[in-house]
């Protein structure tokens, strides 16, 4: 049987039709950074013809798996698969992520230390644990760490956050919480669960749910990215329903979970029922009830989530309920399907060059002139939040659901004057 390296060599034709959707050959104009030159080297390995050496490994370790590539291949080439299989066998795992990986399979560990990090902010030790932390390595490097620890949750957030369930047998909707986007933004989370329960449905929080594997997959780290999808397997089965997510790369993780089991695995087919539940927010609210929205006058654009368009191909729910909220209007950004240099855990691994694809980004921003910048994934939040920051670029970066959230409250408190009567907006 081929594996998906071989597929994807017996499909490319090296016609370069995707060269200008990459992100690092547009920074760079090197072939080997290239879709087409990545796979060139892929084979090579494959062949024998090449060997593991550090610049190879670079090459291959530079591709952001935003996967672009395949949308704009005419031969259907699935280049993502192919370079995942290919860092796996020849055991290319990121270096400099030892801190994250017990974090993002243990949720409970993960809040812990988010809340005792906010605790410290609020005391004003941040700094002292901050350096601790490093020398510990239980800090992420790199310049981003002073925006993501800024604003962390509490512990009241997540409790919160958790008195939205409903009892399984009552729930129409399963929501996926994630692991960075339920440690770091559970105020996101809960706005999604919000407007779900404004549309009618009965929403519920499956106990035993874990990191998507997105992360550990893209570092070459399968059988941990397997063991997840097996456990995302086992929380949501006794629960009906779509399973809703706002983070558009562990939504497309999801979706090709059966992909992660060989065809004799018995967990193959539970994966394949999985995957075929999971939807976007965007998808899940244009299929529920119509919500009224109200804007603030706003010019808006949004930044496509690279795994939700690229995979997933969901582009069109998420701009028709961002063209019914009433005031704003909404600008397509320039190169919005472009990425913006988060690639989950790239950003921290890669520094350089994420911060190169990002600068590409900032470019249309500034040229799109929109005051807010609408975002489908808590990576891309985090990249674009700090970008716009360091190059004081004044544009708000929002989630979707947040954007929503608000305008739906907007719109009530709108209805709620005109008809002299008070309205509660929480």
Known sequence: MKGAVDEALSHCNKCGFCLPTCPTYQVSLLESLSPRGRLALMQGLRNGEVEATGD??????????????????????????????????????????????????NRARFRRRVALGAALERAGLMGPALAVGRRLGLVPPGPMVASLLRDLPGARRFRALERMAEPAPRATHAFFLGCVGDALFPHVNADAITLLRAAGARVALPGGQTCCGALFAHAGRHEEARACLAQNVEAFEGVPGPVVNVAGGCGAFLREAESAFGPQDPMRPRARRLAQRVVDLSEALVALAPLRYRGRGRRVALQDSCHLANVARVTAAPRALLDAVEGDERVELADAGACCGSAGSF???EPDMSRSVLERKLTFVRQSGVDTLLVENPGCELQLRWGVEQAGVGVEVLPVATYLRQALIQSAEARAGAEGTPCESG
């Open 347 to 349: 950003s921290f691994s």
């Open 56 to 105: 190879v490994r670079r090459a291959l370790d530079l591709c952001l798996e935003c996967r672009a590539c395949e949308v704009a291949c005419p031969s259907g080439v699935g280049f993502g698969h192919a370079i995942e299989e290919t860092r796996s066998a020849q055991g290319m795992t990121r270096a400099g992520l030892e801190w994250l990986w017990p974090l993002v399979r």
